[in-house]
């Protein structure tokens, strides 16, 4: 019994694993000990294939045709990516194939879909947090308005809204700047400008004008929390009473979201509220709204269907 585990002791270990450490001969002097010993540190992560591929990780991914799935990544070579998910049991997209990989957090995986682009803006109010760098989306509003929005950087996007069909109604085009500044995971705080030159329906004058405004919004890319302040001008002058706005968007299902924007035109006991509210049918690329208006003056208040938009977001999108 001896014997065998002498021999089985000095069998030598498979290729790669780690080496048991030497034993000194017999006889051998021991280092002092005020010498410190070497030690060799193993691998923490177990990172295959290319950088940041994690084999037991789940992952959004995207095709270059437009097909998505999640699933946890189980095989990876140079040539493919092999995937296990609920729906479509084993998948293997191959490299040329792969457009986008995006890793979830534990909460994605737990519910089984990822997070969607309704953290940019409401309806027609913006929100606190921005798009990243690299990500645009394109948006028609009402038939007749057409928006533009691309990220500069993670932090700073720069719009343009446009008519549709050019010299219908009153030709006019604005640009919306805007910036922002994550606090933590969940707090951003935000300030832009939309501002807007028309030149009247006989093209006779030039009138330029906008809002200024500062926010500050709260939750995930899902379902967010905005209050906001702003203040408009023309002319060059700023208007001595400001608009406040609160809204929200609540994801209710993996397709659907509840939207809804307030705005405050005055804070005595003579102002009024009114603004948007409706459902957003989302996903990753495209998404769809409908809105109802509504408003309360005085003796006078209503509600009416009045806001419809289509929307496809383009380039690197991020999903959280």
């Known amino acids: 019994m ?18 048991p450490p030497a034993t000194p001969p017999t006889g051998a002097p021991t280092p002092p000990a005020d010498v410190p010993m070497r030690t060799t540190e193993l691998p923490a992560a177990s990172v295959i294939g290319h950088p940041g591929e994690v084999v037991g990780q789940a992952y959004t991914v995207e095709t270059v045709g437009g097909t998505q799935f999640n699933g946890i ?21 191959p490299r040329p194939s792969l457009r986008q990989l995006t890793s979830q957090t534990p909460e994605q995986a737990r519910r089984g879909y990822n997070y969607v682009g309704n953290s940019t803006h409401m309806f027609l109010a913006p929100t606190a947090r921005n798009l990243h760098q690299g990500e645009g989306e394109a948006q028609i509003i009402d038939i007749v308005v057409g928006e533009v929005n691309y990220g500069l950087t993670d932090n700073i996007s720069l719009g343009l809204l446009v008519p549709v069909i050019p010299f219908v109604g009153i030709p ?17 705080v935000g300030a832009g400008l939309l501002y807007g ?5 006989g093209g006779s004058s030039v009138e330029s004008g906008g809002v200024g405004y500062g926010l500050a919004t709260y ?15 023309a002319g060059g002058n700023v ?9 929200a968007n609540v994801r209710l299902s993996r397709l659907f979201t509840l939207v809804n924007e307030t705005y405050l035109v005055s804070f005595d006991t003579r102002g009024g509220f009114g603004g948007l509210a409706g459902l957003r049918y989302a996903t990753p690329r495209f998404s769809g709204s409908l809105g109802a208006l509504y408003f309360t003056a005085g003796s006078d208040s209503g509600i009416y269907p009045a806001y419809l938009d289509v929307a496809f977001r383009f380039g690197k999108i991020k999903l959280r």
């Open 2 to 19: 001896l014997t065998a585990s002498v021999a089985h002791a000095q069998r030598p270990a498979l290729p790669g694993a780690p080496q």
């Open 73 to 93: 990544l189980r095989a990876v070579s140079e040539e493919s990516l092999t995937f296990e998910t609920r729906e479509l049991g084993t998948v293997t997209v």
């Open 172 to 188: 006019a085009v604005a640009i919306t700047p805007k910036v922002s500044v994550p606090l933590n995971d969940k707090l951003r």
């Open 197 to 201: 030159i028309t030149t009247g329906l």
């Open 219 to 233: 939750g995930t890319a899902d379902t967010n929390f905005t209050l906001g302040l702003g203040y408009g001008f």
């Open 239 to 247: 208007g001595s009473t400001p608009v406040g706005i609160v809204g």
